[in-house]
């Protein structure tokens, strides 16, 4: 999964919903508890006394797992564990209580109804499908296990408390799904804008970022270690990997000839300016580890950070084997392209040298599907080395 870089927006929210969530559900809870043991013990029912020791253990236990998990950035976890926790020790106290005599059973506690209906503050699925389902478990569970039929009601309840929450839930994500496009759509433009201005300043990297984009998705793919998202998010990091080349010299940039040591220097620093120019750009943040590391080795001997081996982001690593076929599958200043055939033979030159050598197997697996897409792509908006030196000509 892409994490490299987690969004501390997302965490900072995450955080307070769950700060909420604990503050009313311990609140609730004992004030329930209190209430009950207190305003019933003298009135002549047919209903447990007991304290349920197993859940007030597991609501102390719960806090230090909580810290824990937010010092390890892992606090998404935490809600799950803590209700499938308190649902478990529930039925443990509930299930000493009532084996030790002939009770009719009389369960929960006010908090459940707060937990169904405030699943939808999380904004997740999958959450909502545990706390329902937990909580239909237990009751379902104590009437076979009791032979009960006064689990139905709160079964009933449950279901239609469930109904409100998935539809306020529901609700919640179609907003937010709204508010993500219409951000997605300001980000594209300026995505397009930032490449529209790298491929002026050098004409022979039209439509290199789109044509990397296309070649690394399909080996990220190809990995099956990312969702449709992570891979949308990736895409802009494919697109934007050379955005540090603006700060590059014209002169240098389009040079015919070799570069000198000062002038390679110089083109070394592309990948360390682009970093650090979308830094703080908004829904940019995981793609820092791509712009700043596609120029890497496997072996070390890359730049700018001289990173080895697995030290360098994985995904860095695909958008480097992508990067090194479009250019050596395109035209540049100083040569003509090579073919895609002898772009093969390169990088498979380069596997565990150049190259994560488990990527270049699985390079290998899907390069007909980048000779296809190579084969059907428009090259007629592209210049070639010849079409350099006429323009050189000309402007002389």
């Not at 987690?6 to 311990?26: D, G, P, S």
């Not at 110089?266 to 300016?273: A, E, G, R």
């Not at 596997?351 to 994560?356: A, I, V």
Request: hydrophobic share 40%.
């Amino acid at each position: 999964m892409y994490n490299e870089k987690i969004n501390q927006t997302l965490i900072y929210e995450e955080q307070r919903a769950l700060k909420w969530f604990l503050v009313l559900f311990y609140t609730v809870y004992l004030i329930y508890e209190v209430f009950y043991h207190s305003f019933y013990k003298n009135i002549d029912l047919n209903l447990p006394r007991e304290i349920n020791y197993w859940v007030y253990i597991w609501l102390f236990i719960a806090l230090p797992i909580f810290i824990l998990l937010k010092k390890k950035e892992k606090i998404y976890k935490f809600k799950y564990v803590f209700i499938i926790g308190y649902f478990l020790t529930s039925i443990m106290s509930e299930v000493s209580i009532y084996s030790k005599g002939n009770l009719e059973y009389q369960s929960g506690n006010a908090v459940e109804i707060i937990a169904v209906l405030f699943t939808p503050f999380f904004v997740n699925t999958r959450f909502f499908r545990v706390v329902t389902g937990t909580l239909i478990f237990k009751y379902a569970f104590f009437g076979f296990y009791l032979d009960s039929e006064n689990t139905i009601g709160p079964i009933v309840l449950v279901l239609i408390l469930s109904g409100i929450a998935y539809l306020i839930l529901v609700r919640f994500q179609s907003y937010l799904k709204t508010i993500k496009e219409s951000y997605d759509y300001q980000l594209q433009g300026i995505v397009k804008g930032v490449i529209a201005t790298i491929e002026l300043k050098d004409p022979y990297t039209r439509g290199h970022s789109e044509r990397v984009a296309h070649y690394a998705q399909t080996l990220a793919r190809e990995t099956g270690r990312f969702s449709q998202e992570e891979l949308s998010a990736f895409n802009y990091s494919c697109l934007l990997h050379d955005i540090g080349k603006v700060n590059i010299p014209d002169s240098i940039l389009m040079k015919p000839g070799k570069l000198s040591k000062g002038e390679f220097d110089i083109i070394k620093t592309h990948p360390s300016v682009g970093a650090e120019a979308i830094l703080k750009v908004k829904g940019l943040e995981s793609s820092i580890a791509v712009i700043m590391s596609h120029h890497e080795r496997w072996d070390g001997k890359g730049y700018p950070e001289n990173l080895k081996g697995e030290s360098i982001p994985f995904l860095a690593r695909v958008v480097s084997i992508a990067d090194a076929f479009d250019a050596m599958t395109s035209s540049r200043s100083y040569r003509n392209a090579l073919s895609v055939d002898e772009a093969y033979a390169r990088i498979i030159d380069g596997q565990g040298s150049q190259f994560d050598p488990q990527l270049v197997e699985m390079f290998k697996k899907i390069f007909p599907k980048w000779v296809q897409y190579h084969q059907s792509y428009d090259w007629s908006t592209t210049l070639s080395s010849e079409d350099y030196k006429n323009r050189e000509e000309v402007t002389v």
